[in-house]
C-alpha cells in the first residue's frame, strides 16, 4: 500500500496544483490590493538618442598572421566611433600559449581602441590554459 501512495505522490501533488491555477485566476484584487501605479522618473532627452555599438571577437587566431586583421579591425571601430566596442572573449586560439607576453600584445593593441572597452574572457583564455599545448597554467 505505502508503494501504491509513494508512486502515486507525484501525480496527486500536480493534480492539486492545477485544481487551483483556475481558481486563483478567477479571483480579481480588491482595490486594496491594486498594486500602486509605478513612480515616474524625469527622463533626459539627451538619453533616448539612438547609438551604436561594436562587438567583436574570436580573433586573433592564427598567430602572428591575424595581427594585421586585428590591427584594421580596430582602425575601423576608431573610424566609426560607436559609443562603446565589446569584446566576446577568445583572443587566442586554444592551441596558443597563455603567456603575459601575449596578453600584452592583445592589451597593447585594444588600447588603440578609442570607444570605451568591455572585454569577457572567452573559454580560449581561462578554460583552455591548462593543456599542454597552451602551456599547463593554470
Known amino acids: ?68 586583421r586585428l590591427d584594421r579591425l580596430i582602425a575601423a571601430i576608431n573610424a566609426a566611433s560607436p559609443a562603446f566596442a565589446l569584446n566576446v572573449g577568445d583572443i587566442k586560439s586554444a592551441n596558443e600559449p597563455c603567456t603575459d607576453e601575449y596578453y600584452k600584445t592583445i592589451l597593447t593593441r585594444f588600447k588603440k581602441i578609442q570607444a570605451p572597452l568591455v572585454y569577457t574572457p572567452g573559454d580560449n583564455e581561462w578554460t583552455d590554459c591548462h593543456r599542454e599545448r597552451a602551456g599547463r597554467y593554470n
Do not use: C, W
Open 1 to 68: 500500500m505505502s508503494t501504491m501512495i509513494f508512486r502515486a505522490l507525484p501525480y496527486l501533488l500536480a493534480l492539486g496544483l492545477a485544481a487551483t491555477i483556475p481558481h486563483a485566476s478567477a479571483q480579481t484584487p480588491s482595490p486594496k490590493e491594486t498594486p500602486a501605479a509605478a513612480p515616474t522618473v524625469a527622463v533626459n532627452p539627451a538619453m533616448l538618442q539612438p547609438f551604436s555599438f561594436v562587438a567583436f571577437g574570436d580573433m586573433p587566431y592564427r598567430v602572428p598572421q591575424d595581427f594585421a
